[in-house]
């Protein structure tokens, strides 16, 4: 018995567009349908720090207000919890602290930033106008007194830092590790 293909582009096309309409479906679904729902959805994901689900939301509004310093704050913030690409968040939180407008945590996350990229100096600077800003409550919340120290440890390791010269390279299994190096 030979098999009737003369279905088949009608079959295909069937299955294609159930597929493709179901997953647009699934898509837009999840996504607020004009700009007042995205400000309200991602203030309430940022409120309850769901920065993650937040970050969409606040790229498509920065792409639509560049230099609005509380949208370029707050795309920064989710960076920094959800994304791997720790550098990128600085240009934001830089363009959102020349405002006075914007929140005093700012401040706080500019430091940060600058910390965990190494730029200790500039960390401290940050954290020194947030202290110089910061309400009691945020003071409070946000202490920076250990994160600056921490930063002077960093700039005192850093200064210390010295290249290491390799004698011998010997490439091993981890299992055998700790038999090809006698450990005391």
């Given at each position: 018995?030979?098999?009737?293909?003369?279905?088949?582009?009608?079959?295909?096309?069937l299955v294609f567009l159930s597929v493709f309409l179901t997953q647009?479906?699934?898509?837009?679904?999840?996504?607020?349908?004009?700009?007042?729902?995205?400000?309200?959805?991602?203030?309430?994901?940022?409120?309850?720090?769901?920065?993650?689900?937040?970050?969409?939301?606040?790229?498509?509004?920065?792409?639509?207000?560049?230099?609005?310093?509380?949208?370029?704050?707050?795309?920064?913030?989710?960076?920094?919890?959800?994304?791997?690409?720790?550098?990128?968040?600085?240009?934001?939180?830089?363009?959102?602290?020349?405002?006075?407008?914007?929140?005093?945590?700012?401040?706080?996350?500019?430091?940060?930033?600058?910390?965990?990229?190494?730029?200790?100096?500039?960390?401290?600077?940050?954290?020194?106008?947030?202290?110089?800003?910061?309400?009691?409550?945020?003071?409070?919340?946000?202490?920076?007194?250990?994160?600056?120290?921490?930063?002077?440890?960093?700039?005192?390791?850093?200064?210390?830092?010295?290249?290491?010269?390799?004698?011998?390279?010997?490439?091993?299994?981890?299992?055998?590790?700790?038999?090809?190096?006698?450990?005391?």
């Open positions: 018995m030979k098999p009737n293909f003369s279905r088949f582009p009608f079959l295909f096309l647009s479906g699934v898509a837009q679904k999840d996504l607020p349908a004009d700009e007042t729902q995205i400000k309200k959805q991602a203030a309430e994901y940022f409120k309850e720090k769901k920065f993650a689900d937040a970050y969409p939301l606040y790229s498509q509004l920065l792409s639509l207000y560049s230099t609005n310093p509380d949208y370029n704050y707050r795309l920064a913030v989710c960076m920094l919890y959800a994304k791997t690409d720790k550098e990128r968040p600085i240009h934001y939180l830089e363009i959102a602290v020349q405002s006075s407008d914007v929140e005093n945590l700012a401040y706080y996350y500019l430091g940060w930033a600058y910390q965990v990229n190494y730029r200790f100096s500039e960390a401290i600077n940050s954290y020194e106008k947030f202290n110089g800003k910061a309400t009691s409550s945020e003071a409070d919340k946000y202490p920076v007194d250990r994160l600056i120290q921490f930063c002077n440890n960093g700039i005192q390791q850093l200064s210390n830092f010295q290249n290491l010269d390799v004698l011998r390279k010997k490439e091993l299994s981890s299992s055998t590790f700790y038999y090809a190096y006698p450990v005391q």
